[in-house]
């Protein structure tokens, strides 16, 4: 049975059109690791958490804010291990230079018996959709294309506000 997961995909109106939040994983895995590596707030949940309330909580345990608004869906993705992601889009504004994140014990080197704590988000920051595109993990681009999609849609749509 595949793991579950669910996130949110924080946007901001910019002069070039949108842009979007992403965190890049903390621990000496993704240590040197840019292009290809960040990802959306996300993390699993199980049978007794629906997905919107586990991306809220793992939004606020990864950068310590809340994500206050209604949340569109921006669908499901399978990644590469066969992770299924639900994303959401909300509009908002964080000071991505403010992030607190939890911290996540993980055994490194693998098979030494020994434990180390570090962020499980080292840092995050506002990409415009094109360079958001070459910094995200390949499974997860669809969320932006579908976020640029409602973007665009209700941007062209009279009397309605630019945001999806």
């Known amino acids: 049975m ?3 997961s669910a996130g949110i995909l924080m946007y901001r109106r910019s002069g070039d059109g949108v842009e979007v939040l992403l965190v890049h994983p903390g621990g000496p895995f993704w240590q040197t690791r840019d ?6 707030p996300k993390g699993e949940y199980d049978d ?3 997905a919107e309330t586990a991306a809220r909580r793992e939004f606020k345990e990864e950068l310590g804010a809340e994500a206050v608004g209604p ?10 291990a ?3 992601v639900q994303g959401y889009a909300i509009e908002g504004d964080l000071d991505a230079s403010a992030v607190r994140s939890n911290d996540v014990a993980i055994e490194w080197p693998p098979r030494s018996g020994r434990t180390v704590h570090f962020p499980e988000v080292d840092r995050a920051a506002w990409f415009a959709l094109p360079l958001a595109r070459e910094k995200i993990l390949a499974s997860q681009r669809p969320f932006l294309d579908r976020l ?3 973007w665009k849609t209700a941007s062209r749509q009279p009397g309605q506000k630019t945001s999806p």
């Not at 292009?35 to 959306?40: D, N, R, V, Y």
């Not at 949340?71 to 590469?80: A, D, P, T």
């Open 2 to 4: 595949p793991i579950n």
């Open 35 to 40: 292009q290809g590596a960040w990802s959306l």
């Open 48 to 50: 007794r958490e629906d």
């Open 71 to 80: 949340l569109r869906s921006l669908g499901q993705v399978r990644q590469r």
């Open 82 to 84: 066969g992770k299924i």
């Open 148 to 150: 640029e999609t409602m």
